[in-house]
């Protein structure tokens, strides 16, 4: 298992072990986390599952591929560290993670 | 009952999928403490559909993926379950709903989230073992194991089950031929320049394709499907028959309690029912779409969930989410389509990118205001176009159409 936290826009953190093999958007959303909302379900599809990635952990959570990417452009509040969480897969090397959410998923 | 008061009413949800499975997790969501009662008619806790005619045919998700939420977290939350729980009567005065069981569950609040079933083809031999729907994921578990190397597939209807499953029956190694009625496929969902683009790129694919072309009959022997009779006379041999030909809105159950049906369930703004107490929400819900002024029935996880944040909203009396515009998905080898919108009484298009190097958009103007786009492997598009079409301002053309002009400068 894997700890990572969310926290919400409003402060609110959620600590959650989540399996290696889910992604951190699949962590937030079957743990019911408010503010994660993947309409698509992980297809990459939507960018509703917008998080910024505290930047400690940023090398470790990989490159964005040329989909992400162009989703993200069209974001709403996008910084540096955003990553759209379900092109985020979970393993151990990420025990600890903390990533924050947006105000909105819009 | 006040929003405070309501923090503690039984809300009762008929239908455990996504949108049924969702209103109980917004409900918590927002702070929502009192019972919740979930009934949903198959086995299965609420999991996902989408990847059943992609992921899950392919074998690349399982029953734990599909999940909305894990077993443990009902029991936590406090949601009852009734599974396998079939609701058959709604009693409005007493405000009670009553399973086939004979149980009857009383509620503050009723959500319906019936979904829709999927239509079925009434010709000889519909019953055929082997001729199959895909809807549930107990349908695709029947017809994941109909296909595999060599295995032949027909698939009746060019829609986008019918298109998604005949992608990930290829990548098994199956033979597939689709038969679709109209001249062209997908012809009620989108767009000719759209519909001759799939159909090319799944011939190149190894997939055949009877259009304009009617099912008389399935034949079969001992009691198995054998083979697709066209109207034409053709035999067209198959393993495996996949029906994909639309679906209907379960609400049946809505209409005999009285409420207002058209198609659907007719709702609100905020996805209430005529009556106060009652919701619908969903493939099942005849919604009003503001953008575009009018009454519809969607069938996407999109509007899924954002009924199912309506619903929740409203119970709670909290400030309902921000109106969406509607969007669809559909992954196909390696095509990603987005589209944003609906074409109503769109009266030109406008093509963009490259559709021979399967990259580009298609938009849908009505005078100069974006209506929808169709966006294959095109992200770009479909972001900026979702959000012009949700802004209502007029659109340029030209710059539309011209790549040297990036999608962030036209929606500017």
């Given at each position: 298992m894997a700890k990572i936290t969310y926290i919400e826009h409003d402060g609110t953190e959620h600590a959650l072990d989540v399996k290696p093999g889910l992604t951190v958007m699949e962590g937030a959303v079957k743990n019911n986390v408010p503010g994660i909302d993947a309409d698509c379900g992980g297809a990459c599809a939507c960018a509703t599952c917008h998080v910024y990635v505290d930047e400690a952990w940023l090398a470790k959570t990989g490159d964005k591929s040329a989909m992400e990417e162009s989703m993200l452009d069209f974001a709403e509040n996008v910084e540096p560290n955003s990553r759209l969480s379900c092109q985020i897969k979970v393993t151990d090397a990420l025990d600890g993670l903390v990533v924050r959410l947006p105000e909105s998923q819009h | 009952m006040s929003a405070e008061a309501n923090q503690n009413a039984c809300v009762v949800i008929v239908g455990a999928g996504h949108a049924g499975g969702s209103a109980a997790a917004f409900l918590r969501q927002y702070g929502h403490e009192g019972r919740i009662v979930l009934i949903g008619d198959e086995p299965l806790l609420p999991y996902q559909r989408p990847p059943l005619s992609k992921a899950w045919l392919k074998g690349e998700a399982d029953a734990d993926s599909l999940a909305l939420k894990p077993a443990d977290w009902y029991g936590e939350n406090n949601v009852f379950l009734r599974l396998s729980g079939v609701a058959e009567r709604i009693n409005r005065s007493a405000k009670t709903v009553t399973l086939a069981s004979g149980e009857a569950i009383s509620y503050d609040f009723l959500i319906l989230a019936t979904g829709a079933r999927a239509r079925q083809l009434p010709i000889p031999g519909a019953d055929l073992a082997g001729v199959l729907a895909l809807r549930t994921a107990?349908?695709?578990?029947?017809?994941?194991?109909?296909?595999?190397?060599?295995?032949?597939?027909?698939?009746?209807?060019?829609?986008?089950?019918?298109?998604?499953?005949?992608?990930?029956?290829?990548?098994?190694?199956?033979?597939?031929?689709?038969?679709?009625?109209?001249?062209?496929?997908?012809?009620?969902?989108?767009?000719?320049?759209?519909?001759?683009?799939?159909?090319?790129?799944?011939?190149?694919?190894?997939?055949?394709?009877?259009?304009?072309?009617?099912?008389?009959?399935?034949?079969?022997?001992?009691?198995?499907?054998?083979?697709?009779?066209?109207?034409?006379?053709?035999?067209?041999?198959?393993?495996?028959?996949?029906?994909?030909?639309?679906?209907?809105?379960?609400d049946e159950l809505a209409k005999d309690a009285g409420l207002a049906t058209a198609n659907g369930v007719v709702v609100g703004l905020d996805a209430r029912t005529d009556d106060p107490a009652i919701f619908a929400i969903g493939d099942v819900a005849h919604r009003p779409l503001p953008l575009y002024e009018r009454q519809f029935r969607l069938e996407s996880v999109p509007n899924a969930l954002e009924q199912a944040k309506q619903a929740a909203s409203a119970i709670l009396g909290r400030p309902g989410p921000a109106p969406e515009v509607p969007w669809f998905w559909s992954d196909q080898y390696d095509l990603k389509l987005q589209i944003a919108g609906l074409p109503f009484e769109a009266d030109r298009q406008v093509v963009r990118g490259d559709v021979a190097a399967a990259k580009f958009a298609v938009f849908h103007l009505k005078g100069d205001l974006l209506q929808a786009v169709e966006a294959v492997n095109a992200p770009p598009e479909f972001m900026a176009g979702k959000q012009l079409i949700a802004k209502r301002t007029p659109v340029n053309a030209e710059k539309l159409a011209d790549t040297s002009v990036s999608m962030k400068e036209v929606a500017a």
């Open positions: - | 107990a349908d695709a578990e029947l017809l994941k194991h109909a296909l595999g190397l060599g295995k032949r597939l027909a698939v009746i209807g060019g829609g986008y089950v019918g298109l998604e499953a005949a992608a990930s029956a290829r990548a098994l190694g199956a033979e597939v031929v689709v038969v679709e009625r109209e001249s062209r496929v997908l012809a009620r969902v989108a767009c000719e320049t759209l519909s001759t683009f799939f159909q090319d790129y799944h011939r190149a694919r190894g997939v055949a394709f009877e259009l304009n072309a009617g099912v008389e009959a399935f034949e079969g022997a001992d009691n198995h499907i054998r083979g697709v009779r066209l109207s034409d006379g053709r035999l067209l041999p198959c393993d495996v028959a996949l029906v994909g030909v639309g679906a209907i809105p379960n």
